[in-house]
């Protein structure tokens, strides 16, 4: 239906055209605006530059909007194609965040996880953490908790203090949403994720954030895939069941 509705609008661009084309030049023609003598071919001169220009207009308008549509039916094409795509790429952490940040408006709920084990951490902070991008999203992450979005994290040591500038940022007393963070002590290595909620239910997961003793940058991958969601889903609970609350974050609520 949509297509054939686009179809009957291209067509009449192109109908349109010619007849004001056809229209301007005998306008132009009987007006003379030149005042060529009549009996001179010189006046149909104007009348014919003025129509030619009206019909490249309206053709440069029309070949506009077919090409705005294709663009847009693309976009929707390569939406609904990820939809049933079990795994797509994301690209570099940096990116992936990225991606995040950019759908905040549209997100209800992040569950978010921060693991560096070992000699990781002086790599992600040089790759993620210490980018100003990420360095300004804990803003924009506590303005959107403030309007009602839910966020929960989970880190090891190293990530405690970007939680805290996270919290720091929200104003308690004008939030509708809420922003919880939990600590783990890691004695093994833990593979690092996000689950999104969308407030049209829609979820996905980005994994493989970790930057393990690779040459380059990880491929963060992403699904919409239901039960390789869940199954982030269920590690991200147990990982919350075990995880404690920030101690000292706890304090300085009480005494504030």
């Known amino acids: 239906?949509?297509?054939?509705?686009?179809?009957?609008?291209?067509?009449?661009?192109?109908?349109?055209g010619p007849t004001l084309s056809l229209v301007a030049f005998i306008l132009a023609y009987l007006i003379n605006p030149l005042q060529f003598n009549e009996q001179s071919s010189l006046a149909a001169i104007p009348a014919f530059l003025l129509s030619v220009i009206i019909l490249i207009i309206t053709q440069i308008i029309a070949t506009h909007k077919e090409v705005e549509k294709v663009t847009n039916d693309s976009y929707n094409l390569y939406e609904t194609v990820k939809n049933y795509i079990h795994i797509t790429k994301i690209g570099t952490p940096k990116k992936a965040w990225e991606y995040i940040i950019h759908r905040l408006p549209v997100i209800e709920y992040?569950?978010?996880?921060?693991?560096n084990f070992g000699?990781?951490?002086?790599?992600?902070?040089?790759?993620?953490?210490?980018?100003?991008?990420?360095?300004?999203?804990?803003?924009?992450?506590?303005?959107?908790?403030?309007q009602g979005l839910t966020w929960k994290d989970i880190g090891d040591t190293t990530s405690i203090d970007r939680f805290r500038k996270i919290e720091s940022?929200?104003?308690?007393?004008?939030?509708?949403?809420?922003?919880?963070f939990k600590s783990i002590s890691q004695t093994e290595p833990q593979i690092?994720?996000?689950?999104l909620t969308y407030k049209d239910?829609?979820?996905?997961?980005?994994?493989?954030w970790d930057f393990r003793d690779i040459p380059q940058d990880p491929v963060v991958l992403l699904s919409r895939d239901r039960e390789i969601f869940n199954m982030f889903a269920a590690q991200f609970?147990?990982?919350?069941?075990?995880?404690?609350?920030?101690?000292?974050?706890?304090a300085t609520k009480s005494t504030s």
């Open 1 to 16: 239906m949509k297509k054939t509705m686009r179809r009957k609008s291209y067509l009449i661009y192109l109908i349109i």
């Open 192 to 195: 690092g994720f996000v689950l």
């Open 169 to 180: 940022c929200i104003k308690g007393n004008k939030s509708t949403g809420s922003y919880i």
């Open 119 to 146: 000699d990781e951490s002086e790599q992600s902070n040089e790759r993620l953490y210490d980018a100003q991008a990420y360095q300004q999203s804990a803003m924009k992450i506590a303005r959107h908790i403030e």
């Open 237 to 250: 609970k147990g990982l919350w069941r075990v995880a404690v609350q920030d101690y000292d974050s706890m």
């Open 201 to 208: 239910g829609t979820t996905e997961v980005l994994f493989n």
């Open 110 to 115: 992040v569950q978010n996880t921060s693991f």
